[in-house]
């Protein structure tokens, strides 16, 4: 159950409206449940992409300043090594 909501207005095409009104009567829910599952999920997903961003750009940054690396084939091998049930420890970066 939702608390601390507040109201917010959004304004949709009409043709989007009534898919969202299908969809809610095939599932029971009010139009305003869909919406909010909607919302959510769309922003749960791009929380996740803009970290996956922030952490390459850290990983970018790190990368320009030490130069330590490891090369396509390093990780390839690496991970052809795990997924044959290997336990082998991350090859060490390198310049």
């Known amino acids: 159950m939702q608390t601390n909501t507040t109201p917010s207005s959004v304004k949709l095409p009409l043709p989007l409206r009534q898919r969202v009104k299908i969809l809610a009567d095939a599932r029971n829910l009010s139009a305003h449940a869909v919406m909010v599952q909607a919302i959510e999920s769309y922003v749960e997903r791009e929380e996740k992409r803009e970290a996956l961003r922030q952490e390459a750009r850290a990983a970018h940054e790190h990368f320009m ?4 690396h490891l090369t396509g084939a390093e990780v390839r091998g690496w991970m ?6 290997e336990k082998v420890p991350m090859p060490k970066c390198h310049i």
């Open 80 to 85: 052809e090594k795990i997924m044959q049930g």
């Open 65 to 68: 300043l030490t130069g330590l």
